[in-house]
């Protein structure tokens, strides 16, 4: 099955408490996300970016097996997206040091007419209008899942209410779970959105794994426990990769059902767990489909009970 | 398998921000521990009460079904250790509001001759000088964990350290892991603590879960999803209730196992998951080991994957 994923390619510039500061560094939402699911399906890859993009930041995204970059827009004069980020101590949290949104204040990238009939979608964050705007370009997708942020549940709420009658699923992050919902508990806060129109909620909880309010079930997994954590950037992205990626092959008759959702969520654990191991793409780059299967099944087994 | 539980026994006060104020609460380490382990095994207590201990407290402990109270001191003339806490909007974290210590300033409970023989033992929090001496009056257990909290790590970190080469586990909290080691990753926190000489760390992460870090493996689990927070204190007594008393139960012919502290993980987490359905111990007074089974068949099936 297709899956294809809107969102941003950009320059980033990282800072770490233990492990210094990185600049130049090959980043962005849609770049995470198709190299995680690139591992288990097709992905076809909707974003923007100037022409000061380095050449070796499309050969690495072109490198990603299954990986279509027909939607990929290299724009003359403009600037790519750049974002400096600093984490704390706890690595939990970071702070923006700076954001320049080049390409993303032009008029969004079209999807391409080959990719409209595309199965599965995830409209990674980006301002709800224009994830709507990206959503109904799609013919008739199986499976749509969102991302969010705070920024839009701020100043777009509106907006990002309408997106949750549109998709099935959306992940958001725990703080913004209570941002949108005012409730602190996590299941309460999910519940509270399912009645906006998805079929599931995943919440995400960073090095504390996720929780999942389906409309048939509820479940939380830990993320798996490691001691090598260099920088989490992209750890939300590459879960949600792993995620659809695993849902767009899995074969399931129905991909947004509670137990098929479940499954994928440990898949995009596995994924990300990789991913936090080194700055960038580095980590994703290195290891192979065994070395993804390996792990899955280390978690698998470390968590399996009764 | 007979199973000794250390600790005390304590009138709360408790406020929450959602439930209001209770005040005159059953409460204490080795009642919450006492009470979910049994559950599981037959399980005796050692703690110290003054006489302004209200007889009905004294009865609710007694109709835990195989709680021996022999090892339960009525002083004559003391006051029983009262402690008042207030949770934030998080239940997660809290303050003292107040400690009146009463009997824990006197001399700590002796351990009865016929429980010297027990083959399990929880040493549950108090000063360490006292945790060494209560493990010391044992004959020969075959597994004995400690817990212990933030105040000894800051003023009796020596006697602590020698009490964790004293024991084959140690439940702590998340944030006290990183405060006697100086590790924020929790992996490389028990790590570090494994050297001390346990065989097992787990680190608690309230309604995170908890990592378990052992000689042989390393696993983390969730906590068990709920939206009913009413009172979280207990959580972490009855959750190693659970634990120990799976253990002395089970039948493993290496308790202490990786395989058997995973699985004991599980159960103290679904018996802590009822007792913070509620103030004090009203939900496991009022809860089967039927609804125990059934809740972990739950958890375990939740958390299944691969």
């Given at each position: 099955m297709n899956l294809i994923c809107t969102g941003t390619i950009g320059i980033d510039t990282i800072e770490t408490p233990g492990n210094g500061r990185r600049e130049e560094l090959l980043g962005g939402s849609v770049v995470y996300f198709a190299a995680a699911a690139s591992f288990y399906a097709p992905t076809r890859l909707v974003a923007a970016v100037g022409d000061d993009c380095p050449a070796e930041f499309l050969d690495t995204i072109k490198s990603f097996k299954g990986v279509d970059t027909a939607g990929l827009e290299v724009r003359k004069g403009s600037k790519t997206f750049r974002w400096?980020?600093?984490?704390?101590?706890?690595?939990?949290?970071?702070?923006?040091?700076?954001?320049?949104?080049?390409?993303?204040?032009?008029?969004?990238?079209?999807?391409?007419?080959?990719?409209?009939?595309?199965?599965?979608?995830?409209?990674?964050?980006?301002?709800?209008?224009?994830?709507?705007?990206?959503?109904?370009?799609?013919?008739?997708?199986?499976?749509?899942?969102?991302?969010?942020?705070?920024?839009?549940?701020?100043?777009?709420?509106?907006?990002?209410?309408?997106?949750?009658?549109?998709?099935?699923?959306?992940?958001?992050?725990?703080?913004?779970?209570?941002?949108?919902?005012?409730?602190?508990?996590?299941?309460?806060?999910?519940?509270?959105?399912?009645?906006?129109?998805?079929?599931f909620v995943v919440i995400k909880k960073g090095e504390h794994g996720c929780i999942l309010?389906?409309?048939?079930?509820?479940?939380?997994?830990?993320?798996?426990?490691?001691?090598?954590?260099?920088?989490?950037?992209?750890a939300g992205d590459s879960f949600a990769g792993g995620l659809m990626g695993w849902l767009a092959s899995c074969g399931a008759e129905d991909p947004g059902s509670f137990e098929s959702v479940r499954e994928a969520l440990a898949h995009g654990t596995v994924v990300a767990s990789f991913n936090v191991e080194s700055f960038s793409l580095d980590r994703l780059k290195s290891i192979t489909a065994a070395d993804l299967h390996a792990r899955f099944a280390d978690y698998a087994s470390m968590i399996r009970v009764g």
């Open positions: 400096g980020g600093k984490y704390m101590d706890d690595m939990d949290h970071r702070e923006t040091l700076f954001t320049e949104l080049g390409v993303l204040e032009e008029a969004p990238p079209r999807i391409p007419e080959a990719f409209k009939s595309s199965e599965f979608a995830f409209l990674a964050n980006s301002h709800p209008a224009v994830q709507l705007d990206m959503r109904d370009q799609l013919d008739s997708p199986r499976l749509v899942v969102a991302d969010t942020m705070d920024l839009w549940i701020n100043i777009a709420k509106d907006d990002l209410t309408k997106v949750l009658g549109r998709v099935d699923g959306l992940v958001l992050n725990f703080d913004e779970a209570e941002l949108f919902t005012g409730k602190r508990n996590p299941v309460t806060a999910g519940r509270h959105l399912l009645e906006l129109g998805p079929r309010v389906h409309r048939d079930g509820l479940t939380a997994l830990p993320a798996y426990p490691t001691e090598q954590v260099i920088d989490p950037t992209g």
